[in-house]
């Protein structure tokens, strides 16, 4: 679209920083930073090249096809590893992409087999073990019954195991009972596939918020993803702050509208907010087509999300409709049509975050800045060359 009076605004500069932030907690691994659904929503590439000039020696993408999406871009220094796929999937792409592939089950393995066969390259594959998430990944029995197979297509060139790895159900909670457990499991699936003979390059466990909390967690390689963007994977114990992060991207709009209503108005669908006196109402144009969730709506007991108006913050008044937002500026307000309103960044100077976000809306920082629709543009700027 040519034309849209809103916009996510990413800083590069704040990616880079976070990831070599990021390279700093985990001083003995690498870092592969995970750019999956459009980088959380930041824009597939840009945030991917700004991951790489911060550090990132790897990116991870879940999807095939996203994967296939960053080499046809010309992302072609870092190694690539995704690790959800159907059957069917476009295995011999991804083998000519030089992209590392995820076998997590015995039918992924025999794709990956005759798609190697096919082009006569041989598959770097990562083995996937489920530790306990019960989510992707081989059983440990699985993965045991599989490693001769593996060994004798490793024997034949067809693949090269390089990788062993797995992904934690309560990182966020560096206390959880499953941590020690899927530690432990863990560890022994290692034993089983080095015992075996694998070679592995790198093994890997750690995703943002391990990366942040759980230096046991980091091996060889973490795998970082929100954390990348400058969110916190772990509100409950620290701010983006207390890691050395910053949020890359804050969305903001022009007011459509702004217009002065008597008291006892009813706002927006339903009336669930009815103006307590005359006011000023802002209208910003931007709803849940654009992926403000609906549940971030205000009454008037309860305010809604917050939003940045100048030097003052309000909450969402009423329903979040399709396409906007009312906001309830005040019987003084002074803005007009055309003025910018920030619905969340950075938080300096205590502006509002994908965080206070997530929290009006019963939910966390990733969907908030994933969800963010197609509609908005993104806009790049770099922070760093006083652009
Ligand atoms: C999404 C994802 C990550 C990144 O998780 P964050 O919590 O965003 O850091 C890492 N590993 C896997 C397997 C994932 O699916």
Sequence with gaps: MSHFPARAVVDLAAIRGNVSALAAHAPAAQVMAVVKADAYGHGLLPSAKA????????????????????????????????????????LQD?????????????????????AARAVGQTARVQLKVDTGLSRNGLTPADLTALLPLARRLEAEG??????????????????????KRQGEVFAEALQVVEAAGVRLEV??????????????????LVRPGIAVYGLSPVPQLGGPEDFGLVPAMTVEAELANVKRVEKGSGVSYS?????????????????????VPRHASGTQNHPGAPVRVGTRTV??????????????LGHDATE??????????????GGPTAEDWARAAGTISYEIVTRLGARVPRVYVDSEEGS
């Design 336 to 349: 007009q049509a055309g003025d910018r309103v920030e619905l969340f960044g950075t938080g300096a100077d």
């Design 315 to 328: 909450g969402v008044a009423g329903r979040v409709c399709m396409d906007q937002v009312i906001l309830d």
């Design 271 to 291: 009336h669930l907010y009815v103006t307590e006196r005359d006011t000023v109402l802002g209208l910003v144009p931007l709803g849940y087509g654009d992926g």
């Design 51 to 90: 991951a790489v000039a911060g550090g990132a020696t790897w990116l991870g993408a879940a999807q095939v096809g996203e994967a296939l999406e960053l080499r046809r871009l010309g992302v072609a220094g870092p190694r690539i590893l995704t690790w959800l796929y159907a059957p069917g999937a476009p």
């Design 158 to 179: 067809v693949i090269d195991v390089v990788g062993l790895w797995s992904h934690l159900a309560a990182a966020d909670e560096p206390t959880h009972p499953s941590m």
């Design 94 to 114: 991804a083998i000519e992409a030089d992209i590392d592939l995820t076998v997590s089950a015995r039918w992924a393995l025999d794709e990956v087999a005759d």
């Design 203 to 220: 093994r890997h466990l750690a995703s943002s918020a391990a990366t942040l909390t759980s230096p046991g967690t980091h091996f060889d």
